[in-house]
């Protein structure tokens, strides 16, 4: 499966960015991490495509939501109310079977990233 993200830019603080992520095939889970430089990959959120069902970290609960759009296998991530300490390089990742885990391992397809400058 290839993914595919877009939507990253610079934006003032407070402002919204909706990031999309389309995967070439199915999928099991898709998630979204992001990296600050010099971090680790940290898990954002993440969505079962398949029942809809949703997790997101609680750093960004409540300001980042999920959807997708089943016919285009996409999914999307809309950032809002953004502070400066969101600024990253957001990636989507995928699994194709069942996994459980938010690690950077437990995901086998990634995408490039898209830059998140706020």
């Known amino acids: 499966v290839q993914l595919v993200e877009s939507g990253g830019g610079s934006v003032p603080a407070g402002e919204s960015l909706t990031l999309s992520c389309v995967a070439s095939g199915s999928t099991y889970k898709v998630a979204w991490f992001r990296q600050f430089p010099g971090k680790e990959r940290e898990w954002v959120a993440h969505?079962?495509?398949?029942?809809?069902?949703?997790v997101y970290a609680d750093s960004v609960k409540g300001r980042f939501t999920l959807s997708q759009d089943k016919a285009k296998n996409t999914v999307y991530l809309l950032l809002t109310s953004l502070k400066s300490e969101d600024t990253a390089t957001y990636y989507c990742?995928?699994?194709?079977?069942?996994?459980?885990?938010?690690?950077?391992?437990?995901?086998?397809?990634w995408g490039q990233g898209t830059q998140v400058t706020v």
């Open positions: 990742a995928a699994r194709t079977e069942y996994g459980l885990g938010t690690r950077p391992q437990d995901f086998t397809f």
């Open positions: 969505i079962f495509p398949g029942r809809g069902a949703k």
